[in-house]
Every structure is written in C-alpha cells, then in structure tokens.
C-alpha cells in the first residue's frame, strides 16, 4: 500500500471514522502481535500487549506528526508496551527485570525487520508438533476463544489449556533465538531438504523421492524455491527430450485437454436442476448471493504455451485458473462449477490426494489405490478476499451459515486440515457421509495470488450435501480426469502451490 493511501486512512481514523480504523487494524494488527511476542517471548502477554499498544496509538493519533510512517510508529509503541507486560511478569515472578534502552522511532530497516520476525513467529509455531501447533494457530492466529478452539477440536477446554500451555513452553528457546538476533534453525528441516535434492537425483518416480516428499508435506515455510528448481529440471529435461516437437504431442493435447474440460466444467447432473446434485448446487448459489459467478474457459487455453511459460512463470502460467478481476486491490468473492478428485480407501474413508500420501507408507501402496480408488467429485469453488482480517473462524462461520440454510438440522463437523497451499485449514462433514462436505481455509500469500488482500478458498463437495437434501446415497464418480496421461512426477499434493 503507497503511504500516500496510509495518510489518508490515518487521516481518517483520527476524525474517528471507524471503516479507517479497521483498515487500520488490518494492516498492523498481525505486526504488531509479532513485533510483542518478539519482546516478549509469550504469546499469551504478546497479545495482551499488542491489544493495549494498538488502543492507545488509535486514541493518540492526533500525535502523529509524519501521517506517512504510522506502522514504525506504532512499533514503538507496542515494543514499549510489551517491555512494560514483561517487566510487570517478571517481578510477578521473583525476578530482576534487565534494563532496557528505549527503541527511536522505527526506520526503513526497522520495518522490514519487523516483516522478518512475524515470519519467523510463524515458522517457529510451524515445528511445534501437530497437536501443539493447531492449539497455538487457532487461538494466536485464526481468531478463535479457548472455548471455541475447543469446540472445534472436540476436546475438553482444559485439555485444550494444557496444550497452549505447552506450546508456549516450546517456543520459548525460539523466542529466545529471536530476540538475539539469531534465526531458529530447525535441523530437521534441513535435513529433508537435503534429502529432497538427493532422492531427486534418483528420478521423481524414485521411491526415494516418494518417501522425501511424504516427510516434507508438513514443512513450514514450504520449500517453494527447491520445488519450483525441481519443477523446472523436469519440464527442461522434456523439452530437450521433444527437442524441436511440441512439449504436448496432438494425442496427449487431446488427452489434457478433454481432462481440463472434465476438473472445469460441471457434469451434466449438476446442470440438471431435478438432479439432486444439480438441485444442490442451486440450492449453495441461492445461500450464498454475495458470490459472483465465474466459469474457467478450457477452449481459450493455449496448453502449449501454459507448458513453456511453467518454465519462467508459473503463476502468470496458471493465472486462468483466477477470475479476471481477482488481482486488483478490492475486495470480491467469486463461485464457479468445478470438479475434483477424492480417493476412496480401503477402510472406506475418503480422502484427498495429500491425504493417501500420509496413510500410504510406500508409493506401490499410493498408486495402486489411486489406479482403483480415484474418483471425480461434482463440486464448487469458493473464493473470497476481504479488507478485514481473514481468519480461520471466518471461513467455519461462512461454512455453518451455509450448513444452517441448505441443510438445516443436519450435525455438523470440523477438523483441521493441512496442506501447503493453506496457512489454516479445516475440512468439513455433514452427518456421518464419509465423503467431505467441504475443504479449504485461509491461503497463504502467495504474489500472484490478489494484491495484498487476504484470501479463503474453499472446495464443496456436492455429493453429501444431495444425499442429505435427498435422502438418497448420492455416489462419487469413478475414475481419473488424465486415465490414459502417462505420469511423468508423482502428485504433488500441493507442495508446489
């Protein structure tokens, strides 16, 4: 955002205007949480701190000669703020408080250090355990209470208590690396992305390889860059193969092609409105009129050039996949007819493809039961950005609402969810159908992505919401998009996003 657009909200929330003050608080408010934890080193008191820091720079800002440098000024604040909460803890607990200097006012350099500690708040939380970093995300990051973080995990409140207790004990040799200056290394981080540049010398195809990836899945940050190096290795490497022949031969063009229409377009019974897919899908439109409706168009794709430009550019590569208007710097919410893959198990549950990748333990196990249990779900996308902080609870908010106006009565479940393209996310069941009735939740930033807005994306699953509506068992579709596509790198399962 120019810091000429900054004065202007800063202008207008010293006149009180209360539209400016949420621009306002969406814009710090996450900074300037991080900026205390990082004095701190408790994210409870951080929050307390920040809370307070930003109250007071909204009463004062009438003080704020350089309406330009808003955000370094209310670092100062905060960090003062939060050396006042650590201070007052730690005479609470018997201990001599060291001195510390008063910060100036925060400069360029300041801010971006303040970029980098939020990142690195963010990746500390990310190598706690899974059952300690969903406590932490949900109550620190996606604006949930004790009670309703609870409620969500289907645990008891003082379970719940016990976690976030333990999180927070966990991360206090990070904080600690934080305040020195010191990044917190995560060795065994480093040592997969070791093992991932190894196992992708043996081939993508490798089991090697295979194993790599299943423990990477859950690493935080996503190792973009050495994803996107290996993407590129393997896109080079068949177009030195095809030399002056196009990267798609016409059969294999054919085969893509018809596999976009089939993941793009919806199948004929969700366009008939007497099908009970079909009568669920108006239903979900009807519930949800703030979303406008948009439709990828697979005849104006060039595959051919989307091949090359993966090279260079991926996301102005896939940039058909976003409504065309997703990339200003306002807020929208769009809904298309889509379709998507689900795997049926042999225990009966049905999961996504990153989901098989962690029960499976070697890939013959992956794909043989993607050969005999891939199948296409009729579903919708959903895909919104807003000015207001965008939080995990706002997606399960949106998603009860809907819940509440398509299939009233129905008993209602949440989980979380994860996969790399998603900062939260949570997956979705209606009553006891094993297939998912929805999935998705905040994504992370990505450039291409919107224009800094925060974004959800969420894919419904028709079928279970139409065996409810119905009464009827509403089936998946057997089979894959790409049947007869040779595969070239096992899935991804969303690493690469």
């Keep these: 955002m120019s810091q000429t657009i900054e004065h202007d909200w800063v202008e207008q929330a010293t006149r009180g205007e209360p539209a400016a003050i949420a621009e306002l608080y969406r814009l710090y408010w996450r900074a300037a949480r991080a900026a205390?934890?990082?004095?701190?080193?408790?994210?409870?008191?951080?929050?307390?701190?920040?809370?307070?820091?930003?109250?007071?720079?909204?009463?004062?800002?009438?003080?704020?000669?350089?309406?330009?440098?808003?955000?370094?000024?209310?670092?100062?604040?905060?960090?003062?703020?939060?050396?006042?909460?650590?201070?007052?803890?730690?005479?609470?607990?018997?201990?001599?408080?060291?001195?510390?200097?008063?910060?100036?006012a925060a400069g360029p350099r300041e801010s971006l250090e303040q970029q980098e500690l939020a990142v690195l708040v963010r990746e500390?939380?990310?190598?706690?355990?899974?059952?300690?970093?969903?406590?932490?995300?949900?109550?620190?990051?996606?604006?949930?209470?004790?009670?309703?973080?609870?409620?969500?995990?289907?645990?008891?409140?003082?379970?719940?208590?016990?976690?976030?207790?333990?999180?927070?004990?966990?991360?206090q040799s990070a904080a600690e690396r934080i305040l020195e200056g010191r990044k917190p290394m995560d060795p065994e981080r480093e040592q997969i992305l070791r093992?991932?540049?190894?196992?992708?010398?043996?081939?993508?195809?490798?089991?090697?390889f295979y194993q790599v990836i299943r423990k990477s899945m859950d690493l935080r940050p996503v190792p973009r860059e050495l994803l996107g190096q290996m993407r590129k290795r393997v896109?080079?490497?068949?177009?030195?193969?095809?030399?002056?022949?196009?990267?798609?031969?016409?059969?294999?063009?054919?085969i893509v092609r018809e596999g976009l229409r089939q993941i793009h377009e919806p199948s004929e019974r969700a366009r008939d409105p007497n099908h009970p897919v079909g009568a669920a899908a108006n239903a979900i439109r009807?519930?949800?009129?703030?979303?406008?409706?948009?439709?990828?168009?697979?005849?104006?794709?060039?595959?051919?050039?989307t091949a090359r430009r993966l090279l260079t550019d991926r996301g102005e590569a896939l940039s058909y996949l976003l409504p065309p208007d997703f990339l200003e710097e306002a807020p929208g919410a769009y809904v298309c007819a889509e379709r998507a893959m689900l795997i049926k198990d042999e225990d009966g549950s049905v999961v996504t493809i990153g989901e098989l990748m962690r029960k499976k333990a070697t890939q013959e196990a992956f794909l043989e039961r993607m050969k005999t249990g891939a199948c296409m779900s009729d579903a919708m996308g959903l895909l919104w950005k807003q000015l207001q902080p965008l939080d995990l609870r706002v997606v399960e908010e949106l998603l009860?609402?809907?819940?509440?106006?398509?299939?009233?009565?129905?008993?209602?479940?949440?989980?979380?969810?994860?996969?790399?393209?998603?900062?939260?996310?949570?997956?979705?069941q209606l009553g006891d159908n094993s297939i998912p009735a929805a999935i998705g939740g905040v994504c992370n930033s990505r450039q291409r992505l919107s224009a800094?807005?925060?974004?959800?994306?969420?894919?419904?699953?028709?079928?279970?919401?139409?065996?409810?509506?119905?009464?009827?068992?509403?089936?998946?579709?057997?089979?894959?998009?790409?049947?007869?596509?040779?595969?070239?790198t096992p899935p991804s399962s969303g690493l690469s996003e």
């Design 452 to 488: 800094g807005l925060p974004v959800a994306s969420v894919t419904i699953y028709l079928e279970s919401w139409a065996s409810i509506r119905s009464g009827e068992a509403v089936e998946l579709t057997p089979g894959s998009p790409f049947p007869s596509l040779k595969r070239e």
């Design 286 to 305: 009807a519930a949800l009129p703030e979303f406008r409706s948009w439709q990828v168009n697979v005849s104006e794709i060039n595959l051919a050039e």
């Design 195 to 208: 093992q991932i540049r190894e196992a992708a010398e043996e081939g993508l195809n490798s089991e090697a």
């Design 235 to 254: 896109l080079e490497k068949a177009i030195r193969k095809r030399g002056q022949a196009p990267l798609l031969s016409p059969e294999q063009e054919q």
């Design 36 to 104: 205390a934890y990082g004095v701190i080193g408790d994210l409870s008191l951080a929050e307390d701190a920040a809370s307070e820091a930003f109250a007071a720079a909204i009463s004062r800002l009438a003080d704020l000669r350089d309406r330009r440098r808003f955000g370094p000024w209310l670092r100062t604040i905060v960090v003062r703020t939060a050396r006042r909460f650590k201070r007052a803890a730690s005479t609470r607990k018997g201990i001599e408080p060291q001195t510390l200097a008063d910060t100036e």
């Design 400 to 428: 009860r609402r809907l819940a509440h106006q398509v299939v009233p009565g129905t008993p209602v479940r949440f989980s979380t969810y994860e996969e790399p393209r998603y900062r939260a996310a949570l997956r979705m």
């Design 124 to 171: 500390a939380v990310g190598s706690l355990s899974a059952i300690l970093r969903e406590a932490i995300s949900l109550f620190y990051f996606e604006g949930y209470s004790v009670e309703d973080a609870a409620r969500f995990l289907g645990v008891p409140v003082g379970t719940l208590k016990r976690r976030l207790h333990d999180g927070r004990r966990r991360l």
